[in-house]
Nanobody
Framework: QVQLAESGGGLVQPGGSLRLSCEASGSIFSPNTMGWYRQVPGKQRELVATITTYGTTNYQDSVKGRFTISRDKAENTVYLQMNSLQPEDTAVYLC?????????WGKGTLVTVSS
């Protein structure tokens, strides 16, 4: 089992920044992929960004150039730096850990972009 603890969500004005953190604990096997997804009520959950143990990243097109994912392997923690936030970025952001075909989800942290 892997437990994921997210933090860093909140309310921010358009154009502002937030940094999300997610710490994984438990049975951590490598190599693995950690990442962030987001979900808006009534819509499908969508990938935001992922990063592998080796540092390979993948981003949704709409966040490229604005969001940066990184990880501290020693701490099993993944970060999502979000800049130039827009109202359409408003969602619950969920941390994901994946090893082979097994994956775990965090409970989510709410990000609200509004003036």
């Amino acid at each position: 089992q892997v437990q994921l603890a997210e933090s860093g969500g909140g309310l921010v004005q358009p154009g502002g920044s937030l940094r999300l953190s997610c710490e994984a604990s438990g049975s951590i096997f490598s190599p693995n992929t950690m990442g962030w997804y987001r979900q808006v009520p009534g819509k499908q959950r969508e990938l935001v960004a992922t990063i592998t143990t080796y540092g390979t990243t993948n981003y949704q097109d709409s966040v490229k150039g604005r969001f940066t994912i990184s990880r501290d392997k020693a701490e099993n923690t993944v970060y999502l730096q979000m800049n130039s936030l827009q109202p359409e970025d408003t969602a619950v952001y969920l941390c994901n850990f994946r090893w082979r075909v097994v994956q775990y989800w965090g409970k989510g942290t709410l990000v609200t972009v509004s003036s």
